[in-house]
């Protein structure tokens, strides 16, 4: 049932990409990934476990982050 940290954030990440990817908002692959693993990386030092939860608030984070396009 429990996952290992490492773990966590790889499902996170990937749940989180995949969702940006399918909705065509991934612009830059580095720098969409190293926001995804950095925002989830600080989410789960904060204690939060629940990966949902980690991909969701990662994808928040990207779309009020990102550069707007003009």
């Known amino acids: 049932m429990s996952e290992s940290v490492h773990i966590l954030v790889e499902n996170a990440v990937q749940i989180a ?8 908002e991934v612009t830059d692959g ?13 989410m789960v ?3 939060e476990r629940r990966k ?8 928040d984070a990207y779309r009020k982050n990102r550069p707007q396009a003009a």
């Open 52 to 59: 949902i939860m980690l991909a969701n608030r990662a994808i």
């Open 17 to 24: 990409w995949e969702f940006l990817e399918r909705s065509g």
């Open 30 to 42: 580095y720098e969409t990934s190293q926001f995804l693993v950095a925002t989830i990386g600080e």
């Open 45 to 47: 030092v904060a204690g």
